[in-house]
């Protein structure tokens, strides 16, 4: 998914890449709502409730529009290693609103992911050209996304 997405936003504007990824999602959302297999619909919406899920598909819908838009900005290894940090946002938003902490080694890796984040983008920043503005935009995208998974995640 990751390398079509490259590919592709290259001639592609993202938000037509993402439109198409949400055309799909509609369509089987639809055949699930119209066949309703073994009465789906109404354990997805009764265990989570509709304001839940309307917060997690906009956590998702964030997540997947900046993270496209990264992908098509920077290479794909730092954008991956900076949004893989969500680890420690779906920690912090399972506290805030499950009330799940984390034990104290579990705090341990997270502070260990958090530290590490320097290391994807640190040594990019400091070979690239400079004025090169779509790095910086990249990495903040990369970080945003890692905050939308992480949120959709952590609100369960």
């Known amino acids: 998914m990751?390398?079509?997405?490259?590919?592709?936003?290259?001639?592609?504007?993202?938000?037509?890449?993402?439109?198409?990824r949400y055309s799909t999602m509609l369509l089987l959302g639809v055949i699930i709502g119209?066949?309703?297999?073994?009465?789906l619909r109404k354990q997805l919406v009764n265990a989570a409730g509709?304001?839940?899920?309307f917060v997690r598909g906009m956590a998702y819908t964030i997540f997947l529009f900046t993270i496209f838009r990264?992908?098509?900005?920077?290479?794909?290894?730092?954008?991956?290693?900076?949004y893989s940090t969500?680890?420690?946002?779906?920690?912090i938003f399972g506290a805030l609103f499950l009330g799940e902490y984390p034990t104290r080694f579990e705090i341990?890796?997270?502070?260990?992911?958090?530290?590490?984040?320097p290391l994807f983008f640190v040594p990019h920043i400091l070979?690239?050209?400079f004025g090169s503005d779509s790095h910086a935009v990249g990495i903040v995208l990369s970080l945003v996304a890692g905050v939308a998974f992480g949120g959709q995640m952590g609100t369960v």
């Not at 509709?50 to 899920?53: F, P, S």
């Not at 969500?86 to 920690?91: C, D, G």
């Not at 341990?108 to 984040?117: E, G, Q, R, T, V």
Request: proline fraction near 7%; aromatic fraction near 8%; glycine fraction near 4%.
């Open 127 to 129: 070979l690239t050209p």
């Open 86 to 91: 969500y680890p420690v946002f779906t920690a």
């Open 50 to 53: 509709m304001g839940k899920l």
């Open 70 to 82: 990264a992908y098509s900005l920077m290479p794909i290894v730092i954008v991956t290693g900076i």
């Open 34 to 39: 119209v066949l309703d297999v073994s009465g």
């Open 2 to 20: 990751v390398v079509l997405v490259k590919i592709l936003s290259t001639t592609v504007p993202v938000i037509q890449i993402l439109f198409m």
């Open 108 to 117: 341990a890796c997270l502070c260990l992911i958090a530290f590490a984040l």
